[in-house]
Every structure is written in C-alpha cells, then in structure tokens.
C-alpha cells in the first residue's frame, strides 16, 4: 500500500524473484478492497502515505479475513515503533530504504511465518 511508485517497484521487483505476485494499492480503502475480494498474505503498508494516518491503515487492514501479515515501511525503524505496529496487529516494521534483497528477506520471513515457503 502505497503512492510512491519507487517503492513499490522495489517490492514488485522483491516479490517476483522469489516467484510471488504483487497488486498495489495506492490507498487504504483500495488495499481494503484488495484483501477482501482474494486472499492477501503479506501486505507492505507505507507509513508514508498521503492523506492517511498508517495507524488507523493498519486496523483497517488487520480487520480483513483472513488477516494478513502486515510489514510498515518506515523511513525509521526502533523498538518503540516495532511495539506499535505489534500493538495494532501489524507483523514487522522494514526500512522504506531498504533494497529489494533486503525486502525479499522480510516478505520471505513473513511467508515462513504463515507456514509457506
């Protein structure tokens, strides 16, 4: 979920190397829509987002059946934000600088967390 289409060329380019698909979602109610019409595992929520506050993005998401794993990108990561995004069912905070091998690491630590590879 996001607006900047760099980043979302780095996850695109992240999730097809390891042989996944990606849809992109430019807004939450979109992202929303997404989840709720086809199953979506892992979602990459950009706390960066225009016109919208990554928290009440994350509930919203974390609403849909069934929940996804929920990665913020975040210009920062720290504990006290990886608590935060815990707190609101998110799985893990990632760097929005991160490159797409560092990025293929956390989808793939997201996906062993369901159970698949």
Known sequence: VTADVGLYSCILGAACTS???AD???????AVSVCSSK???IVVYDSNLPYSDWRNGLRCL?????APRIL???PHVDEDLWR????LRGYDV???SANPEQLRRELRF???SLGHS
Do not use: Y
């Open 39 to 41: 199953t979506i595992r």
């Open 19 to 21: 042989g996944w698909t």
């Open 84 to 87: 935060t995004v815990r707190r």
């Open 24 to 30: 992109w979602a430019a807004s939450v109610s979109r």
């Open 72 to 74: 913020l990108a975040s």
């Open 110 to 112: 997201a996906s062993l």
């Open 94 to 96: 990632l760097a929005r």
């Open 62 to 66: 974390a609403r849909t059946s069934p």
